[in-house]
């Protein structure tokens, strides 16, 4: 395994130490941008296209379940954290998905969705694997300083993939078509593989006597969940998001009701949200960075709820453009300084030894909840309107963040959180 690479706050001027220095953020930021890329497209961009044809609500939500490589990607974590190098796994995989995407483009989306629906299945399995290892690379080059601003690059990121994926990409369908679209998403996968083939990760020096067999591997993730305050940990960052992930799959389709153009749910949900997740995110890394974690995570946990009201009165008068925009920028902005506070805590906890099976057992339990919380809001929808739905999403936001903070200071969560939770 490499040696930790220390990230210094300090200013420098350019030099080999400064340039060894970025190269691991250029590295973490390829790599949360091709997860972002299709990523973006199939949430933003494929729950419009349902409902252009008609879907229902529930119909929509129930793509979640296509998303389930993300909440069992805990079960491989153990043998991408133990078997060859990260780097391994990460360049077949990374090529995998430009080829896939290129191959997307011979499918004809107008005669159904099933063989769309496989596709995006098989990008979140790569997908899910690729994390494991992106995810296990940051703990380990970053320290608890830096991983502020290495998780407000995770999430500006992935921001940026979906603003391509979400944005661009649903730009270029509207405009050009699927075989366009298809096409573009294969050309700036490729593109992403770029710093991925620059890195070079030294193998894994533990002796070969010493390292675990198969079926310990295969079951690796199990000790992990058993540790004191992890179990307590993944419920409490499920509550934290919980609220906040109610509304992402709903927006699109409460414009589309509305009789929103395509190209203008294209820039407000995919690149107008997706930017301001962007600035979000570096914001959220600096105050992770400067106010520390517990700080950081009450602050945005009750800007992220706040903004959540905004789209209570979006939702009464989804013609009211201005209104419209400025509830989609708060949302983006406060849940990506949420999203980077709740990330670092994550990385807090996460052993080196064991980064990437750690880091997913948490990361999974956040996807889980954000599929427990889009079938909640779509049926809260079909049933009682989307006021309701954003009303309901508000409460909750604020209850789960004033949860997460009054546990951790009862030192409910990992033993590792005690020595960065007053920073």
Request: glycine share 10%.
């Given at each position: 395994?490499?040696?930790?690479?220390?990230?210094?706050?300090?200013?420098?001027?350019?030099?080999?130490?400064?340039?060894?220095?970025a190269?691991?953020?250029?590295?973490?930021?390829?790599?949360?941008?091709?997860?972002?890329?299709?990523?973006?497209?199939?949430?933003?961009?494929?729950?419009?296209l349902?409902?252009?044809?008609?879907?229902?609500?529930?119909?929509?939500?129930?793509?979640?379940?296509l998303f389930?490589?993300?909440?069992?990607?805990?079960?491989?974590?153990?043998?991408?954290?133990?078997?060859?190098?990260?780097?391994?796994w990460?360049?077949?995989?990374?090529?995998?998905?430009?080829?896939?995407a290129?191959?997307?483009?011979l499918?004809?989306?107008g005669?159904?969705?099933?063989?769309?629906?496989?596709?995006?299945?098989?990008?979140?399995?790569?997908?899910?694997?690729?994390?494991?290892?992106?995810?296990?690379m940051?703990?380990?080059?970053?320290?608890?300083?830096a991983?502020?601003?290495?998780?407000?690059?995770?999430?500006?990121?992935?921001?940026?993939?979906?603003?391509?994926?979400?944005?661009?990409?649903?730009?270029?369908?509207?405009?050009?078509?699927?075989?366009?679209?298809?096409?573009?998403?294969?050309?700036?996968l490729?593109?992403?593989?770029?710093?991925?083939?620059?890195?070079?990760?030294?193998?894994?020096?533990?002796?070969r006597?010493?390292?675990?067999?198969?079926?310990?591997l295969?079951?690796?993730?199990?000790?992990?969940?058993?540790?004191?305050?992890?179990?307590?940990?993944?419920?409490?960052?499920?509550?934290?998001?919980?609220?906040?992930?109610?509304?992402?799959?709903?927006?699109?389709?409460?414009?589309?009701?509305?009789?929103?153009?395509?190209?203008?749910?294209?820039?407000?949900?995919?690149?107008?949200?997706?930017?301001?997740?962007?600035?979000g995110?570096?914001?959220?890394?600096?105050?992770?960075?400067?106010?520390?974690?517990?700080?950081?995570?009450?602050?945005?946990?009750?800007?992220q709820?706040?903004?959540?009201?905004?789209?209570?009165?979006?939702?009464d008068?989804?013609?009211?453009?201005p209104?419209?925009?400025?509830?989609?920028?708060?949302?983006?902005?406060?849940?990506?300084?949420?999203?980077?506070?709740?990330?670092?805590?994550?990385?807090?906890?996460?052993?080196?030894?064991?980064?990437?099976?750690?880091?997913?057992?948490?990361?999974?339990?956040?996807?889980v909840?954000?599929?427990?919380?889009?079938?909640?809001?779509?049926?809260?929808?079909?049933?009682?309107?989307?006021?309701?739905?954003?009303?309901?999403?508000?409460?909750?936001?604020?209850?789960?963040?004033l949860?997460?903070?009054?546990?951790?200071?009862?030192?409910?969560?990992?033993?590792?959180?005690?020595?960065?939770?007053?920073?």
């Amino acid at each position: 395994m490499p040696p930790e690479i220390r990230m210094s706050a300090e200013v420098s001027a350019p030099g080999p130490a400064t340039r060894a220095r970025a190269a691991p953020l250029l590295l973490l930021t390829s790599l949360y941008i091709a997860q972002g890329l299709p990523y973006g497209f199939f949430t933003q961009a494929l729950p419009v296209l349902m409902r252009e044809h008609g879907a229902s609500l529930k119909a929509i939500s129930a793509t979640a379940f296509l998303f389930l490589p993300w909440a069992l990607k805990f079960l491989w974590a153990p043998l991408v954290d133990h078997l060859g190098t990260r780097r391994g796994w990460i360049v077949p995989i990374q090529f995998t998905a430009a080829i896939g995407a290129a191959l997307l483009a011979l499918v004809d989306p107008g005669r159904g969705f099933l063989i769309v629906f496989a596709a995006v299945f098989a990008f979140n399995l790569l997908a899910a694997v690729q994390d494991v290892a992106t995810d296990g690379m940051a703990v380990r080059l970053l320290d608890v300083r830096a991983r502020g601003l290495g998780n407000g690059i995770q999430v500006g990121a992935y921001r940026i993939g979906m603003v391509l994926g979400g944005g661009l990409l649903l730009w270029v369908y509207a405009k050009l078509g699927w075989v366009a679209m298809c096409i573009g998403m294969s050309a700036l996968l490729a593109l992403t593989c770029v710093p991925v083939l620059l890195h070079r990760e030294a193998a894994d020096a533990t002796p070969r006597k010493l390292r675990p067999s198969l079926p310990v591997l295969a079951s690796g993730w199990l000790p992990r969940l058993q540790l004191p305050g992890m179990l307590a940990l993944l419920l409490l960052v499920c509550a934290y998001k919980f609220g906040d992930a109610m509304t992402g799959s709903l927006v699109g389709p409460m414009l589309k009701d509305a009789h929103w153009a395509i190209e203008e749910i294209a820039i407000v949900k995919g690149a107008l949200g997706s930017i301001m997740g962007l600035v979000g995110a570096a914001a959220g890394g600096w105050l992770a960075f400067r106010l520390g974690r517990r700080r950081a995570l009450l602050g945005c946990g009750i800007a992220q709820a706040l903004s959540l009201l905004l789209y209570v009165a979006a939702a009464d008068a989804p013609d009211d453009r201005p209104l419209v925009w400025t509830a989609c920028i708060a949302e983006h902005l406060f849940g990506g300084m949420a999203t980077v506070a709740l990330f670092s805590l994550m990385m807090d906890a996460s052993d080196p030894a064991h980064a990437g099976t750690d880091y997913s057992l948490l990361a999974c339990a956040v996807v889980v909840a954000q599929g427990l919380a889009a079938f909640t809001a779509a049926a809260i929808g079909d049933a009682f309107g989307y006021v309701a739905v954003f009303v309901t999403a508000f409460v909750l936001s604020s209850l789960g963040c004033l949860l997460l903070i009054a546990a951790l200071d009862c030192r409910l969560g990992p033993a590792r959180l005690d020595e960065v939770w007053r920073l």
